[in-house]
DNA sequence: CGGCAAGTTGAACCGCCTCAATGACGGTGG
DNA sequence: CCACCGTCATTGAGGCGGTTCAACTTGCCG
């Protein structure tokens, strides 16, 4: 793989090294790029429009607002990450997006998609296969607000942020840049912000991990493995085709 | 469609009026048939083996274990859900199945899906089409679970039951057979399954739903629309292509 | 200097859990 | 036929994890 490549270029290779004509292709998906603010709105629940946006550079989340107000963070998304690509086949958006920092974008519109994945079948494999790793992200993560203490779920996202970070050549198995506050962690667990702050205090004083200046280290890996009683095995950091 | 097609047909042909060649491939995608007992795992969770099934008849459950024995039910199946579809392109299956009633299974290859989706793009978008909203439902039932109160949450789920059973010919906006337990319905939920029983008898108590014998029945489903903050538009229930 | 966003801490409360017990039902074997 | 069992539903009492409300601090920016 070329230095340089694109974060998605880097992700997908994991799953199957790419040729210079799927490279080539993948980079048009790329083209469009737009750069957009941090707390910005990209797409709204029930946005009709069938558009997905590749993030290039900075972080983001999906997430759905309730009717009192409250609001539940799906996933975070860093560079690499499709955002929408379910919305080219559902009518509307099930969910809305925002950016978190300032972010570069990739536009990509359902024609394009639709056309990439009938040229390049094994580009849309490799696409189909982020996918379904993000689906089971999803998942994981629904398992965790289901059955985990506060406390293990934290430890979980801080332990699965540094590996997704990690595949994309951002962040290291010592820590990453996390540009997350205490309030978008508190609506991604399910928890309130004060209670984030007491378990980021508990994780900190067991000497596990600390997030400050939004900068995530981690002090103690195994410790914190064994507290989140995590295994990668839903991530499939791909090691070559699956089939 | 065709009188007696199968569940999924059903679903399918929402989205896109399938023509005779399509029904034809998805009756050959059905066609290796297995009965299966009640309370039978069907895929252990990081089982190996690249293989989906088609559920025809019966309730079965998407769930994963915890190392404490806790268990978090990820979704029911309903007939005419695929189940496993994911693992098709993931090394692994990210998590098990079971079957909750007697059930009815085809087995579907990998081999055989992607030849499929290479012959016929429009079954192929259709299929997708019912995997997204499928995710949608994931991405909804986190939300539940993070940000809704245990009596707004079983609403809910009995509600969203209630239309996907419609959507297939089993059930009507009266009730419908369901042959899930308190426990299931607990671990699905994130609850115990003591606060199930006593969230069920509020629900009852304010006459707004009963579950008894193996049947839901809707005494005020206005009531419970209101109470469950409920609106339909992730489960997309197809009125024609979407783009 | 004043204002706002984010982090931190304490005290009281409550939703849901834990532990414990009881009842209803169907299946099974003596 | 009935004693026995396992599964499921039901109910009570007490406890804990996480919420709510209410400060107070710190840092940044105009």
Redesign the pocket.
Known sequence: MAAGASALAQKLSRFLPLKPDELESLAGLEARRRAIPAHTELVHERQTGHQAFILLEGWACAYKLLPDGGRQVIDFSIPGDFMGLRSVLLRTSDHAFAAVSDILVAEVSAGQMIDTFQRRPRLAAAILWAASRDEAMVVEHLVSIGRR???V?MAHLLLELGLRLQLVGLGSPGGYACPL???LL?DAL????????????QLRERGLVTL?EEQVEFHDPAGLHSLAGYHTGYLDQGEGPAS
Do not use: C, E, F, P
């Not at 399910?190 to 205090?201: E, S």
């Open positions: 203490s506060a406390l779920r506050n205490q309030y508190a399910g928890l309130t912000a004060i209670h984030v702050n007491r378990v980021l205090r400050r």
